[in-house]
């Protein structure tokens, strides 16, 4: 077998230096207004660096370059384009403004700050499933999350196909819980397709995103409900139970009935460390309304005499494990918020 030629340190660096340059010269094309047709709107259906495609009206996509004068693009963003007369280096249009957003969904990036995923949601389904792992502390980290966007959220079991006579009462009992404090749950299987009119039901009219960790089976619940678009999908690796990343940028599918669907990348891990403790208490619906009924004005909700948590507990009315979970996100906030910035690298 051919040995393969090592490339040292110099052509490893102009290699990076002509790719850049090819890119530089790709994105910053410049269109002349005689080159463009007129003004139409259009959805981000993803972004990819300083390139976006773009859905028209008729639902053709359009991979376009963006004006200087736009500084933020995410899928779901509804924009006012204008096509090329030819397409250069497969760029066939150029975004010209973005309207302004009615919600969007964020992250906090560990070296950039706060990013945002996707614009102009209308609900958020929380993917889990049993494999990787069925965690509720990872959906009540969603949760909070969600809440603070002020978006509404729906819990959602896949691969129910995997649930046995042992597991499945204790999953839906946690489910039922979920649902007693007012989320909409939901169950399927992507592979058997259970639950896909209840989940086409769901995602009716509106405009939904996937969320969840890597290896729940969201691309395979957007194949499920969408046959003919053949979402990039993974095989969880069996030894590991891990997921892995293969969605890289959040992408949108148009549904058949006008609602919009963002399956999104895994998200590892959530943080919350962009949250004050305020926040994190807003987002577990049942403690919310006791915000302010401790004694102590500065209540940390553990061992505080007269707190109006521990009470709630004692009582029956919050549930131990949604407490315990609670007192986990804050300890994970003072564990792991970066203690300074961290210049991007
Ligand atoms: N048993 C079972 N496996 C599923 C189901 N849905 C997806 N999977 C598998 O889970 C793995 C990850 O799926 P994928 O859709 O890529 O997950 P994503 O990372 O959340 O998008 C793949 O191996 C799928 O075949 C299901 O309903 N039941
Ligand atoms: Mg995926
Ligand atoms: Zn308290």
């Not at 077998?1 to 490339?7: D, F, I």
């Not at 969840?212 to 069996?238: F, H, I, R, Y």
Request: contains cysteine.
């Amino acid at each position: 077998m051919a040995k393969k030629k090592r490339l040292n340190q110099g052509q490893l660096r102009r290699m990076r230096v002509n790719a850049q340059k090819r890119l530089h010269s790709e994105i910053s094309y410049e269109w002349n207004d005689e080159q463009l047709g007129k003004s139409e709107d259009g959805v981000v259906i993803s972004r990819f660096g300083q390139h976006v495609d773009i859905q028209s009206e008729h639902g053709e996509i359009f991979r376009c370059n963006i004006r200087r004068t736009v500084d933020s693009l995410v899928t779901g963003d509804e924009v006012l384009w204008r096509r090329g007369q030819e397409s250069h280096s497969g760029i066939k249009g150029v975004v010209e403004a973005v309207q302004s957003r009615r919600s969007e969904l964020s992250r906090p990036d560990y070296y950039d700050g706060l990013k945002t995923i996707a614009a102009n949601i209308d609900q958020v389904i929380i993917v889990s499933a049993l494999k990787p792992d069925f965690s509720s502390d990872m959906i009540d980290r969603y949760l909070v999350a969600i809440e603070n966007s002020h978006l509404k959220p729906v819990i959602l079991l896949n691969k129910i196909d995997l649930l046995d006579d042992t597991l499945r009462p204790q999953i839906s009992s946690i489910l039922e819980q979920y649902q007693s404090l007012g989320y909409q749950t939901l169950y399927a299987s992507s592979k058997t397709e259970h639950g896909l009119d209840a989940l086409n039901e769901q995602l009716r009219g509106q405009t939904s995103i996937f969320v969840g960790q890597s290896g729940v089976g969201k691309s395979s619940l957007v194949n499920m409900l969408l046959p003919q678009v053949c979402a990039q999908t993974q095989e969880v690796s069996d030894n590991s139970g891990l997921g892995q990343h293969t969605t890289t940028a959040a992408r949108l599918y148009p549904l058949a009935d006008g609602g919009r669907l963002i399956d999104s990348p895994g998200i590892r891990e959530f943080s919350l460390w962009h949250l004050e403790c305020d926040e994190v208490t807003y987002g577990f619906r049942e403690l919310r309304q006791l915000q302010g009924h401790c004694k102590f004005r500065d209540c940390k909700h553990q061992n505080d005499p007269g707190c109006a948590f521990v009470e709630a507990v004692k009582k029956g009315d919050v549930s131990q494990w949604r407490y315990q979970s609670y007192l986990r996100i804050l300890q994970s906030m003072i564990e792991k918020r970066p203690a300074r910035h961290i210049p991007p690298r």
